[in-house]
């Protein structure tokens, strides 16, 4: 009897492999096949105008050391985006069916992977085996189906983005997996009840090659997000291809504060292009900043000659303000210490400072100017074109 199991089991997969090969259209796939142990032979069926796919699969489920479903692949190296809508045909037996992309090291059952999968239930998640017979882990998006799917491969980082609409992909979760090339690549349907089939429908499916980058090629993207912590929802604030890093809220939540090279820079929370703050001769700030808890004063680090200076300065920079004809510059000496030393002389005290100008009405309040450099101050005063001077012509007659 347990000799009858394992031969019809074979026989099922054996049976998959040569429908693929029979020359049906499989679109932009190159195969067709039952992964692990299955009661039910897979199969899939192809409109490749509306570039969709109805794939139905059976098989235990796909998780814990070993998967059993159908997969619909081709063969890949180097990054890629794969993108899809997912729909259940029928209400299905199983809550935790499984449908989506996959990204696998063999046609093992027991291989190392990464996938994102529609459940049953609308759940929606990013599943990775990182070795094989390994356990199989996951992270779940806060966006349920029914949704679009996009799996993006650049190197060992894997990332799911959901986008309601299909237009807008924000990412729900990304990792590190060593998959090696080549790979196979494809749709997948898991019944989670093997002595049945579910069939998903694939629509707007599309599988996009990114090339191969060499690591010391790879270009530097950073990406700057925020998190909802009541539901998970990840938004983009701001993305760029170089190096960024440390971010950090204002007191009041408007704005987010991060480091890149030396420097550092504001962006409101709803996004936009980033503002350099000026941090005078603080240019080789790290990632170590952080807000008073009244949020008026930023704490920084520079690094000078070996040496890391602390500087406290106001959290917009220094203020300048002009209410009505009267210019107020203010400022802030915080106490300071360095291990080993004791201070000698300081040229001001601790505390708040702060002047005071009366601005006549021959300067041009809308083109005051003010810039910080090498610890200096520079404010300019232009006059306005009427209190320019001028040569009067004398005329005769």
Not at 123 to 150: H, M, N
Not at 224 to 252: C, K, M, W
Not at 269 to 291: I, K, S, W
Request: hydrophobic fraction near 35%; aromatic fraction near 8%.
């Amino acid at each position: 009897m347990r000799l009858s199991a394992c031969v019809a089991t074979v026989y099922l997969v054996m049976c998959s492999n040569v429908l693929a090969g029979d020359g049906r259209r499989l679109g932009i796939f190159e195969g067709a096949t039952d992964v692990g142990r299955v009661a039910h032979a897979g199969s899939v069926k192809v409109d490749p105008d509306n570039r969709e796919y109805s794939v139905t699969g059976s098989g235990a489920n796909v998780w814990g050391t070993e998967d059993a479903f159908q997969f619909v692949w081709r063969q890949f190296a180097g990054d890629a985006a794969l993108t899809a809508s997912v729909r259940w045909l029928g209400k299905g037996s199983h809550p935790h069916r499984k449908a989506g992309w996959m990204i696998r090291q063999s046609l093992d059952a027991d291989s190392s992977y990464v996938d994102v999968v529609v459940h049953g239930d609308g759940l929606t998640s990013l599943q990775y085996r990182r070795v094989r017979g390994g356990p199989t882990e996951e992270i779940q998006s806060p966006v349920s189906s029914p949704a679009a799917l996009r799996l993006e491969r650049h190197g060992d980082v894997f990332t799911l983005s959901v986008s309601p609409n299909g237009q807008v992909f924000q990412p729900t979760g990304s990792l590190s997996v060593g998959l090696m090339d080549s790979l196979y690549a494809g749709l997948i349907v898991c019944s989670r009840d093997d002595s049945t089939t579910e069939t998903a429908v694939f629509s707007k499916v599309d599988f996009k090659s990114l090339g191969q980058a060499r690591l010391e090629n790879r270009v530097i993207e950073s990406t700057l997000e925020t998190i909802r912590v009541q539901t998970g929802e990840r938004r983009i604030v701001y993305r760029a291809r170089r190096h960024f890093e440390a971010p950090n809220r204002s007191r009041d939540g408007s704005y987010l504060l991060f480091n890149s090279n030396g420097r550092l820079y504001t962006i409101p929370v709803a996004g936009g292009e980033p503002r350099q703050l000026d941090t005078g001769p603080a240019d080789r700030c790290n990632n170590d900043h952080g807000f008073s808890p009244d949020g008026k004063w930023l704490a920084i680090s520079h690094h000078d000659e070996g040496d890391s200076r602390i500087f406290v300065l106001p959290s917009d920079g220094v203020d300048v303000d002009l209410n009505r004809n009267e210019l107020t510059i203010a400022g802030h000496v915080d106490e300071t210490s360095v291990e080993g030393h004791d201070l000698s002389y300081a040229e001001y005290e601790v505390g708040d400072y702060q002047r005071k100008f009366r601005i006549s009405g021959a300067i041009d309040a809308d083109k005051i100017d003010a810039r910080m450099k090498n610890g200096v101050l520079q404010v300019t005063l232009p006059k306005s074109k009427k209190a320019q001077p001028r040569k009067i012509g004398v005329k005769t007659g």
